[in-house]
């Protein structure tokens, strides 16, 4: 009798005999849910309150190994004393690494690759190569009193600059590479030009983002003393930005500056404000305009570096990715809605709140997929 049953009447009850997804077993969960990015993640556990509740929506932690690195997406890395955490946003991955050459160390940039800048005691400057364990020592210098610092380029490339100056942007000082001992510059500006980020460099360029919204600049290749006082200038200023010009003095709280394209954009932060301010710098004009969409980029900024990508996983783009997380994952702001969010969830609180938990030491890292492998040398 069996056989006389059409089949679309047997697949019918063989689907009708099937356990319902909401069923899966909670280790089938697990294993799928470690295969999704943070995007698809979070509609991963929107499929049903069973999915939800079974997948646990924390970080993963990861044995360190090279691979980590290498998925192209900006990692933050934080050092802390003689060990570094490491967290991925995008792909909602965290890593802990022991690493001993970097106890009593503390964090001052980041740049191109998986380089970090770093400083110790009261002279010793150096680099460190997260994925290769790559220590460069560079001459010593006396670091009490450096609050900025940025280099030009991977450390191992020639012409690698490297800028460190206090925070008042008076005393600078570069170092190239080979270069034996570093040249000092005495900065002369009217007013104050306290700048909180890690400055900018293009070419023979530095850009600096002050405080108060304002850009100063220089040529560090072809910095003259211009007048008979000793003391140098910068070549190129742009004021603030005529909306920030409205915000009651020390109103911004924090600043951040990035290079897109060969454009600087400046990131504002202000006690009270609901939403991010963003900008663009023309360079030859030095004007400003209002940035409102990033399109399909995305942009993370934090004190040690600043990174403008385009987005390679689909939900990612048109976002700023801050220092912090919530629940174990990344915070964001969201163009599309002008509101903080996670993966998961909006995020509630007060901006106030927000700023004061920014993390102050750590930076954004980006290793090309097919990036070339470090090896020892001498700067």
């Given at each position: 009798?069996?056989?006389?049953?059409?089949?679309?009447?047997?697949?019918?009850?063989?689907?009708?005999?099937?356990?319902?997804?909401?069923?899966?077993?909670?280790?089938?969960?697990d294993l799928v849910s470690l295969r999704l990015s943070a995007p698809d993640f979070s509609s991963f556990r929107r499929v049903c309150a069973s999915w939800r509740s079974v997948t646990n929506?924390?970080?993963?932690?990861?044995?360190?190994?090279?691979?980590?690195?290498?998925?192209?997406?900006?990692?933050?890395?934080?050092?802390?004393?003689?060990?570094?955490?490491?967290?991925?946003?995008?792909?909602?991955?965290?890593?802990?690494?022991?690493?001993?050459?970097?106890?009593?160390?503390?964090?001052r940039a980041a740049g191109e690759g998986d380089w970090l800048l770093l400083t110790r005691a009261e002279r010793e400057v150096f680099f460190f190569n997260v994925s290769a364990r790559v220590?460069?020592?560079?001459?010593?210098?006396?670091?009490?009193?450096?609050?900025?610092?940025?280099?030009?380029?991977?450390?191992?490339?020639?012409?690698?600059?490297?800028?460190?100056?206090?925070?008042?942007?008076?005393?600078?000082?570069?170092?190239?590479?080979?270069?034996?001992?570093?040249?000092?510059?005495?900065?002369?500006?009217?007013?104050?030009?306290?700048?909180?980020?890690?400055?900018?460099?293009?070419?023979?360029?530095?850009?600096?983002?002050?405080?108060?919204?304002?850009?100063?600049?220089?040529?560090?290749?072809?910095?003259?003393?211009?007048?008979?006082?000793?003391?140098?200038?910068?070549?190129?200023?742009?004021?603030?930005?005529?909306?920030?010009?409205?915000?009651?003095?020390?109103?911004?709280?924090?600043?951040?500056?990035?290079?897109?394209?060969?454009?600087?954009?400046?990131?504002?932060?202000?006690?009270?404000?609901?939403?991010?301010?963003?900008?663009?710098?023309?360079?030859?004009?030095?004007?400003?305009?209002?940035?409102?969409?990033l399109e399909n980029k995305m942009m993370f900024v934090s004190q040690g570096s600043c990174l403008v990508v385009h987005a390679s996983v689909r939900g990612t783009g048109n976002k700023i990715?801050?220092?912090?997380?919530?629940?174990?994952?990344?915070?964001?702001?969201?163009?599309?809605?002008?509101?903080?969010?996670?993966?998961?969830?909006?995020?509630?609180?007060?901006?106030?709140?927000?700023?004061?938990?920014?993390?102050?030491?750590?930076?954004?890292?980006?290793?090309?997929?097919?990036?070339?492998?470090?090896?020892?040398?001498?700067?």
């Open positions: 009798m069996e056989d006389h049953v059409p089949n679309s009447v047997q697949e019918e009850e063989q689907e009708q005999e099937k356990p319902p997804w909401c069923d899966l077993f909670p280790e089938l969960l929506p924390v970080l993963r932690p990861l044995p360190p190994t090279a691979d980590f690195f290498r998925r192209g997406t900006p990692i933050l890395a934080t050092v802390h004393d003689d060990f570094c955490t490491f967290f991925d946003p995008i792909h909602n991955a965290a890593l802990r690494a022991d690493i001993p050459e970097l106890a009593g160390s503390r964090l220590m460069v020592r560079l001459p010593g210098l006396d670091i009490i009193g450096i609050d900025v610092a940025c280099f030009s380029g991977p450390p191992d490339a020639p012409g690698c600059t490297v800028l460190l100056a206090t925070q008042a942007l008076r005393d600078i000082f570069f170092l190239k590479r080979g270069e034996a001992a570093w040249t000092f510059r005495e900065f002369e500006h009217k007013g104050s030009y306290a700048a909180n980020c890690t400055p900018v460099m293009l070419g023979d360029w530095c850009y600096f983002l002050r405080s108060q919204g304002n850009t100063v600049g220089f040529n560090y290749a072809e910095w003259e003393d211009i007048g008979d006082d000793g003391y140098y200038y910068h070549d190129i200023y742009a004021d603030r930005p005529e909306p920030l010009r409205k915000w009651r003095r020390g109103r911004i709280d924090q600043c951040f500056l990035a290079e897109d394209e060969g454009e600087l954009l400046a990131v504002f932060l202000g006690y009270g404000e609901t939403r991010v301010s963003v900008f663009g710098l023309d360079l030859r004009s030095r004007t400003w305009r209002k940035v409102d969409k990715y801050l220092p912090k997380s919530r629940g174990g994952h990344g915070m964001f702001y969201s163009f599309a809605t002008n509101k903080f969010h996670t993966f998961l969830d909006d995020f509630p609180r007060k901006r106030s709140e927000l700023i004061k938990e920014v993390k102050p030491s750590c930076a954004w890292i980006r290793v090309p997929a097919g990036a070339r492998n470090i090896k020892p040398f001498t700067w």
